[in-house]
């Protein structure tokens, strides 16, 4: 099957972030496809490359950056709220004249209709939240 | 219809909620904090057990786990890890996530 | 459940409103995906339970905490075809209120009712 998953909640202060990732590689190793992780409202947060959790914690980040890499999945931060929680790309940065861009590798900026879109084309959606 | 819960039942009302619009036959998968309804001998457990007359009721084994309840959760919650989560969501037409 | 059309699926979308408005952002940027989902042209409901409710009430005046009031957008909804607004009648009567206190019309239902709704949905958005 084909899985959308939406994560509502940022890295560390809910369980959200953790729980998707856990479902999403469970997903695969069960052979199904992601085709696409939607990050919305606070969940956006977890696209920041500047992120510096304790050695000894799991690094949410880059757990989700590899598990892209490894899969070619399609992450997805919606860029209102984005823009809302000081989450860029570089050509957003140089939009709106910021000094800095701070996206994580294998995260994409976009609109919110690529969630919709998720839904649509994905078998089934799963929501993650706080 | 799966039905999700991540939220403690004592704390607030979201389980509650869940089984007001959970029809016949749907499954309840107590996920993060929500698995604290699974526990046995709780002010809920009457009304998780009446729930389980009409629908299936699963706990998120390694939610269970980190919070030390594996040994009290009650007859009739079945425990499933991730994988079995993913087959959850695969089995039912849709997934509904009370937050 | 899923409609095929020559361009593409017809899916049953439901957005969960379970939140007052203000006290925190999910009310709103919700009700702005349900915005940009209105042009995907898929079969559209906004259910509101518990504080959901509240998002709908009249005389939202958000001046003096300098928040945006967007309580009006649910009657612009009509014009982007998104017209059912299914409202828990135990929610309302709970917080004593009625279907003269919501900006917009809407259909009160039972939760009987509204799980029935629920349960006929292929997409489910919660926020």
Redesign the interface.
């Known amino acids: 099957?084909k899985?959308g998953i939406?994560v509502?909640e940022g890295p560390y202060t809910h369980?959200?972030s953790d729980?998707a990732y856990?479902?999403a590689?469970?997903?695969l190793?069960?052979g199904?496809e992601i085709y696409r992780v939607f990050f919305?409202?606070d969940g956006v947060n977890n696209g920041t490359r500047l992120t510096v959790p304790p050695q000894d914690e799991r690094n949410i980040v880059k757990r989700w950056s590899d598990l892209a890499a490894q899969h070619k999945l399609d992450l997805v931060v919606c860029i209102?709220?984005a823009q809302r929680r000081g989450l860029m790309d570089a050509a957003e940065a140089k939009r709106h004249g910021k000094d800095a861009d701070n996206i994580a590798p294998g995260f994409r900026i976009s609109?919110?209709?690529q969630?919709?879109?998720a839904?649509?084309q994905a078998d089934?959606?799963?929501?993650?939240?706080? | 219809m799966l039905h999700t819960v991540n939220k403690s039942p004592f704390d607030h009302n979201t389980f509650e909620t869940c089984l007001k619009f959970a029809r016949q036959g749907s499954a309840v998968l107590l996920i993060e904090d929500g698995v604290y309804a699974a526990a046995a001998d709780t002010a809920v457990s009457k009304r998780v057990q009446e729930a389980l007359k009409s629908v299936s009721i699963y706990a998120l084994k390694p939610d269970v786990e980190a919070r030390g309840m594996q040994n009290r959760v009650m007859d009739g919650v079945r425990l499933v890890d991730y994988g079995g989560f993913v087959d959850l969501v695969v089995e039912h037409n849709a997934v509904q996530s009370w937050l | 459940m899923a409609q095929e059309t020559p361009d593409r699926v017809s899916k049953k979308f439901l957005y969960v409103n379970c939140k007052a408005p203000h006290g925190t952002i999910y009310a709103l940027e919700s009700l702005e995906v349900v915005l940009i989902g209105a042009a995907f042209e898929q079969d559209v409901s906004l259910a509101f339970v518990g504080d959901g409710v509240y998002q709908l009430t009249k005389g939202q005046d958000t001046k003096g905490i300098e928040m945006k009031n967007f309580s009006p957008t649910f009657r612009a909804l009509e014009d982007y075809d998104v017209t059912k607004l299914y409202v828990e009648q135990e929610a309302l009567q709970a917080r004593g209120l009625t279907e003269a206190d919501l900006v917009v019309p809407v259909e009160v239902v039972s939760a009987q009712r509204m799980a029935e709704i629920m349960e006929s949905q292929d997409v489910i958005l919660s926020f």
Not at chain 1, 124 to 130: A, Y
């Open positions: 099957m899985f939406l509502n369980e959200a729980t856990q479902f590689k469970a997903a190793a069960k199904h919305y409202h209102a709220a609109g919110l209709g969630l919709i879109e839904g649509i089934r959606l799963v929501v993650f939240g706080g």
